[in-house]
């Protein structure tokens, strides 16, 4: 088993920065790649970015120039830089790992961190 804490989440003004950080621990053996989810109220879960175990990045559209996704693959540990954070940007932040289990690719969620951007 995988677990994932995330730390990070807050209240902030537009305009404003904040750092998600998420950390994988437990029976780890082969990380595919770690992300970053939102769902806001009412709306779908939808992807923010993602990188992979080799630093390949993805990026959403909403998001591209103001978030910086990064990892330390020591660590197991995925960052979400957010700069420039807007209202629209307010949801709960959930970090995604996707992990080789003998051949198959089992994806864990972290339990989420509330994000809060006021006008």
């Known amino acids: 088993q995988v677990q994932l804490v995330e730390s990070g989440g807050g209240l902030v003004q537009a305009g404003g920065s904040l750092r998600l950080s998420c950390a994988a621990s437990?029976?780890?053996?082969?990380?595919?790649?770690m992300g970053w989810y939102r769902q806001a109220p009412g709306k779908q879960r939808e992807l923010v970015a993602t990188?992979?175990?080799?630093?390949?990045?993805n990026y959403a559209g909403s998001v591209k120039g103001r978030f910086t996704i990064s990892s330390d693959n020591a660590k197991n540990t995925v960052y979400l830089q957010m700069n420039s954070l807007k209202p629209e940007d307010t949801a709960v932040y959930y970090c995604?790992?996707?992990?080789?289990?003998?051949?198959?690719?089992?994806?864990?969620w972290g339990q989420g961190t509330q994000v809060t951007v006021s006008s």
């Open positions: 990188i992979t175990r080799g630093g390949s990045t």
């Open positions: 437990g029976s780890i053996f082969s990380i595919n790649s």
């Open positions: 995604k790992l996707n992990h080789w289990e003998f051949g198959v690719l089992y994806p864990y």
